[in-house]
């Protein structure tokens, strides 16, 4: 069986995981890490890194409209150094802009509500992240 992807979407309070299904062809949402309760997130990480058996991770980086990094896009280029000092597996990072959006609409489209989506954003960001890099690797 291959290796399966993990995709990110890496926020102040929260980072968001989806993973491939085994074949490799759809994104599937985890449950979201929470930062701010002051657990280790990157030891939650690496449970599921080893657990999901995961062989690459795809992570959004948030570049500005412009196309520049900004505040936010290098707090995830730190975050992916982390992750490439801690895991030994090639980390990718993908144009995440407006996923959170995009997010947000599938969600209000769907009726959920304002205090369901807010508990789910970070994992659909992450579905769309991995979802858009596994469409390009189909193509």
């Keep these: 069986m291959r290796k399966r992807i993990l995709g990110i979407d ?19 949402g985890l449950p979201t890490i929470e930062r701010a309760d ?11 890194i080893n657990e999901k058996d995961i062989g690459k991770i795809v992570i959004g980086l948030p570049k500005n409209m412009n196309d520049t990094i ?6 995830v280029l730190e975050f992916v150094e982390t992750l490439k000092s801690k895991f030994k597996i090639p980390i990718i990072t993908v144009d995440e802009r407006l996923t959170t959006v995009r997010a947000h ?7 959920i509500s ?8 970070d994992m ?3 579905q769309l992240i991995l979802q ?4 390009k690797l189909a193509h």
Excluded: F, H, W
């Design 10 to 28: 890496y926020g102040e309070k929260r980072v968001g995981l989806a993973i491939s299904t085994p074949i490799g062809n759809i994104a599937q």
């Design 38 to 48: 002051g657990t280790d997130y990157l030891e939650e990480l690496a449970d599921i």
């Design 70 to 75: 900004g505040e936010k896009a290098e707090e």
């Design 105 to 111: 609409r599938a969600m209000s489209e769907a009726k």
């Design 114 to 121: 304002r205090k369901r989506r807010k508990k789910s954003v």
């Design 124 to 126: 659909i960001s992450a």
């Design 132 to 135: 858009c890099y596994l469409d």
